[in-house]
């Protein structure tokens, strides 16, 4: 216990439940639960450090590598070799995607399933109504029978809600009857807009044209 405790503070992460935590070592294996375990997968959004921002108290600031650990909803950054948590709240923040974009990350909406206001979601749609991807690291045991070394493997689970201008939360599944519920009063005009349109609910991209045209009416 006191190795990892000096682990931990030389990661400069001090303030976290050692019960909680989840951290890589230079050799491949992982940190979890105070031990130190073989693991499969990633927990991480994104996989790798990468450049972005955060907004604390207003201000915009860059950094230059950032990730989201998913199992712990924990946002970290690395200066130097330390891995690092943010000392003062982020409201919102975002990272350098492969395709030049940006991914936009916000948390304090309402408790909903297991998150509340302090859960990051990933910003898909921002407007009258808001189109939202909660990322979760779920953890397999995959220990080989009367093997000696105790084995981990994580697998990241996606969900998408929709928060209507109400401040209301919904989850959405990826068919045309449970994004007509989740929006609630516009589902009327929006059959008919369907009907002609053909948006694909099973695509991403097409639930964001969903929205996207909800959120003109």
């Keep these: 216990m006191k190795k ?3 682990l931990l503070f030389m990661l400069g992460i001090v303030n976290v439940g050692i019960s909680q935590i989840y951290l890589e070592r230079k050799d491949g294996r992982v940190i979890f639960d105070g031990q130190s375990v073989e693991a499969e997968g990633t927990v991480f959004v994104p996989q790798e ?23 712990d909803n924990r946002l970290e950054y690395q200066e130097g070799e330390q891995v690092k948590l ?4 982020v409201t919102e923040y975002a990272v350098d995607a492969e395709d030049g974009a940006i991914r936009l990350f916000k948390r ?6 297991r998150q509340n206001e302090d859960t990051y979601y990933e910003v898909l ?6 189109l939202l991807k909660y990322y979760k ?11 000696a070394t ?41 059959k008919s807009w369907w ?10 991209a097409g639930v964001v044209n969903i929205i996207g045209y909800v959120d003109t009416l």
């Design 108 to 113: 304090g909406f309402p408790k909903v399933d």
């Design 195 to 204: 009907s002609k349109e053909k948006p694909n609910p099973k695509d991403e």
């Design 4 to 6: 990892i405790s000096a």
């Design 150 to 190: 105790k084995m981990i493997k994580f697998e990241i689970g996606e969900t998408l809600y929709v928060l209507r201008p109400d401040n209301s939360i919904h989850k959405l599944k990826k068919d045309k009857k449970s994004i007509l519920e989740a929006l609630g009063k516009e589902e009327e005009a929006l």
């Design 49 to 71: 450090f990468t450049k972005g921002y955060v907004i604390q108290n207003g201000k915009k600031i860059d950094i230059a590598k950032m990730r989201l650990n998913t199992y």
């Design 86 to 89: 943010f000392t003062l709240p």
């Design 125 to 130: 749609y921002d407007g009258k109504y808001k």
């Design 137 to 147: 690291a779920h953890k397999l045991d995959v220990t080989n029978y009367n093997s």
